[in-house]
């Protein structure tokens, strides 16, 4: 195997500031940056050093922190240096050290490095990123667990036992004589019921994981004049849209990005439904469906005095929709719910922590705890495949006692699991993670 390159990056925000922080990563480090700056320090002390360029001058003053692998981030040996905040100070130290043999990092390959020398699994490393990338103190603290190892260990040991109970069916499957009574007893299909059962439950966890770091997309829609621009201005706090008693103000597709408990969600406020009656007002009810069939959930607006409205025709039957009768103020009545129906007035603010509830409980995230942890899209479609496949196995011992097909469904799905955690995962998908990373991450 060739020796890997010795890495450099800026591991601070670009632009101006107090200090900026300069990283290496590789079997040079120490090396490169004793010529940059002198004598080094003991790996884990710091020092003031003189940094200079190749002719002797000084470029900053600094401290120099040293990391001896593979008791390090990446595995490696690592240098960080601290100079002043200075772009030009940066790059004329960035230059000097690649003139000395290093190479600027690609985004995200100081991470990468620390998943291939085994200091992270991929979805810590994933965690890195949303922490960093974190908008609400719920979604860092969530992704602060997935860094820590809560996320992956529940995948790994849920990987271990779907393999151990594969172990115990091809066992019975090497004995014929004894297969179909082994088979039958019961406890294989109990065992794999329990083991559907937690993986359900991660998937749904992992979901609510996946909306802290993604946010939430929800489409207010509903007739003219029901109160949905008014809904988008009193949940941004702020008017974003025109509010009017004109049926049809709102003609295209208005988007707020807001926090609803902590949660990142965008508003997508969209034209009444109705029979249009121009082309303008057209194209303004099929966008308001696109918005609709794109959105996680729905927000239905109906005026309380409209008995007769009902959800939109054709809403796809797994789409989440929250009907919220508005208006109430003007007949008298109070903030209350119903399942997913809520009654409130927008205009007086009466009624919208009920919704913000409402909200939270759809993605899970209504009673936070120590259980909340990051999660990306790809992590949930893994959890599902590994859930359709042991879905399946179930089904094909259960009704034909084919226990060499629910064999090949534990090995399926444990094989998922670690795509989650990078076991299994193609050097493709590795490079489009990291290439989303930050340089000097």
Same mark, same amino acid.
């Given at each position: 195997m060739s020796r890997p390159d010795t890495i450099c990056a800026v591991a601070t925000p670009p632009g101006r500031g107090g200090v900026g922080v300069i990283r290496l990563s590789g079997p040079d480090s120490f090396d490169l940056v004793g010529q940059l700056a002198g004598r080094l320090p003991e790996p884990g002390r710091?020092?003031? /050093?003189?940094?200079?360029?190749?002719?002797? @001058?000084?470029?900053?003053?600094? #401290?120099? !922190?040293?990391? $001896?692998?593979?008791?390090?981030?990446?595995?490696?040996?690592?240098?960080?240096?601290?100079?002043?905040?200075?772009?030009?100070?940066?790059?004329?130290?960035?230059?000097?050290?690649?003139?000395?043999?290093?190479?600027?990092? /690609?985004?995200?390959?100081?991470?990468?490095? @620390?998943?291939?020398?085994?200091? #992270?699994? !991929?979805?810590? $490393?994933?965690?890195?990123?949303?922490?960093?990338a974190a908008s609400s103190e719920q979604a860092a603290r969530a992704a602060t667990r997935s860094l820590e190892g809560r996320?992956?260990?529940e995948v790994t040991a849920l990987a271990e036992d779907l393999t151990a109970l594969r172990v115990w069916v091809e @066992?019975?499957?090497?004995?014929?004589?004894?297969?179909?009574d082994f088979l039958a007893d019961g406890e294989v299909l109990e065992r794999a019921r329990k083991l559907q059962q937690r993986l359900l439950d991660l998937t749904h966890r992992a979901e609510a994981g996946r909306v802290l770091t993604d946010g939430l997309r929800i489409a207010i829609v509903g007739k003219p004049n029901?109160?949905?621009?008014?809904?988008?201005?009193?949940?941004?706090?702020?008017?974003?849209?025109?509010?009017?008693d004109i049926p049809g103000t709102t003609r295209d597709v208005l988007r707020e990005t807001v926090s609803i408990a902590g949660l990142p969600v965008t508003l997508a406020d969209t034209a009444g439904l109705r029979e249009a009656s121009d082309s303008v007002e057209r194209e303004g009810v099929r966008r308001a469906e696109r918005e609709m069939h794109q959105a996680d959930l729905l927000f239905w607006v109906v005026d309380v005095r409209d008995q007769a409205s009902h959800p939109p025709?054709?809403?796809?039957?797994?789409?989440?929709?929250?009907?919220?009768?508005?208006?109430?103020?003007?007949?008298?009545?109070?903030?209350?719910?119903?399942?997913?129906?809520?009654?409130?007035?927008v205009l007086n603010n009466d009624g919208l922590d009920l919704l913000e509830?409402?909200?939270?409980e759809h993605v899970?995230?209504?009673?936070?705890?120590?259980?909340?942890?990051?999660?990306?899209?790809?992590?949930?479609?893994?959890l599902q495949a590994a859930l359709d496949q042991l879905e399946s196995g179930i089904e094909d011992l259960a009704q034909a006692q084919a226990g060499e097909l629910l064999a090949e469904a534990l090995r399926q799905a444990a094989d998922h699991l670690g795509e989650i955690t990078g076991k299994l995962t193609a050097d493709e998908l590795l490079g489009k993670i990291f290439s989303s990373f930050c340089i000097g991450k």
């Amino acid at each position: 195997m060739s020796r890997p390159d010795t890495i450099c990056a800026v591991a601070t925000p670009p632009g101006r500031g107090g200090v900026g922080v300069i990283r290496l990563s590789g079997p040079d480090s120490f090396d490169l940056v004793g010529q940059l700056a002198g004598r080094l320090p003991e790996p884990g002390r710091f020092a003031l /050093r003189s940094l200079r360029d190749d002719q002797g @001058a000084l470029i900053d003053a600094g #401290l120099v !922190l040293c990391f $001896a692998g593979p008791a390090s981030f990446t595995g490696e040996d690592v240098v960080e240096i601290q100079t002043h905040g200075s772009p030009v100070v940066q790059e004329l130290i960035l230059r000097r050290l690649t003139t000395l043999g290093a190479r600027r990092a /690609r985004p995200g390959e100081f991470s990468e490095r @620390a998943f291939v020398n085994d200091r #992270l699994d !991929l979805a810590q $490393a994933e965690a890195i990123a949303d922490l960093i990338a974190a908008s609400s103190e719920q979604a860092a603290r969530a992704a602060t667990r997935s860094l820590e190892g809560r996320f992956s260990a529940e995948v790994t040991a849920l990987a271990e036992d779907l393999t151990a109970l594969r172990v115990w069916v091809e @066992a019975a499957l090497d004995f014929p004589d004894e297969e179909v009574d082994f088979l039958a007893d019961g406890e294989v299909l109990e065992r794999a019921r329990k083991l559907q059962q937690r993986l359900l439950d991660l998937t749904h966890r992992a979901e609510a994981g996946r909306v802290l770091t993604d946010g939430l997309r929800i489409a207010i829609v509903g007739k003219p004049n029901a109160g949905k621009s008014s809904l988008l201005n009193a949940l941004s706090r702020r008017d974003s849209a025109i509010v009017t008693d004109i049926p049809g103000t709102t003609r295209d597709v208005l988007r707020e990005t807001v926090s609803i408990a902590g949660l990142p969600v965008t508003l997508a406020d969209t034209a009444g439904l109705r029979e249009a009656s121009d082309s303008v007002e057209r194209e303004g009810v099929r966008r308001a469906e696109r918005e609709m069939h794109q959105a996680d959930l729905l927000f239905w607006v109906v005026d309380v005095r409209d008995q007769a409205s009902h959800p939109p025709p054709g809403l796809p039957d797994d789409l989440p929709c929250l009907a919220i009768y508005n208006k109430i103020d003007l007949v008298g009545q109070s903030a209350r719910r119903k399942g997913d129906c809520l009654y409130l007035s927008v205009l007086n603010n009466d009624g919208l922590d009920l919704l913000e509830q409402a909200v939270l409980e759809h993605v899970g995230l209504d009673q936070p705890g120590e259980g909340e942890f990051s999660a990306r899209q790809r992590h949930v479609e893994a959890l599902q495949a590994a859930l359709d496949q042991l879905e399946s196995g179930i089904e094909d011992l259960a009704q034909a006692q084919a226990g060499e097909l629910l064999a090949e469904a534990l090995r399926q799905a444990a094989d998922h699991l670690g795509e989650i955690t990078g076991k299994l995962t193609a050097d493709e998908l590795l490079g489009k993670i990291f290439s989303s990373f930050c340089i000097g991450k």
